[in-house]
């Protein structure tokens, strides 16, 4: 399974949002599919971590994007329409991407 889990991960962030995009917002998918893609900037508070990245750290609860907190408010933009509707899908599915990671994770 340890071979397969930054495969994985990967699809989940990349591949899988295209059918998200296909799925919700079918008119415009390609913007969705962009904007779920500049959702992956929410990693930019790995940046203020020591090391940067660490396979064995759950990002979840641990990186200021990553927190509970920063969560609910992502749930709370679904209930907007456009494209923060698109940005909280895309947050939301990176979420639910770390924690698979997460759970894949022997180490942890």
């Known amino acids: 399974m340890e071979i397969l889990r930054p495969i994985i991960h990967y699809v989940l962030h990349f591949v899988f949002p295209v059918v998200l995009a296909w799925l919700f917002f079918r008119s415009e998918w390609k913007k969705a599919y962009f904007i779920m893609l500049l ?12 090391p940067i990245f660490d396979p064995n750290r759950a990002s979840i ?38 924690y698979i990671d997460m759970w894949l994770n022997p180490n942890l």
Do not use: N, Q
């Open 61 to 98: 609860g641990f990186h200021f994007l990553h927190s509970y907190y920063a969560i609910g408010i992502y749930f709370l933009l679904l209930f907007f329409k456009g494209k923060l509707r698109i940005v909280s899908v895309g947050l939301l599915f990176h979420m639910l991407t770390d």
């Open 39 to 50: 959702t992956m900037l929410v990693d930019v508070d790995h940046l203020f971590a020591t």
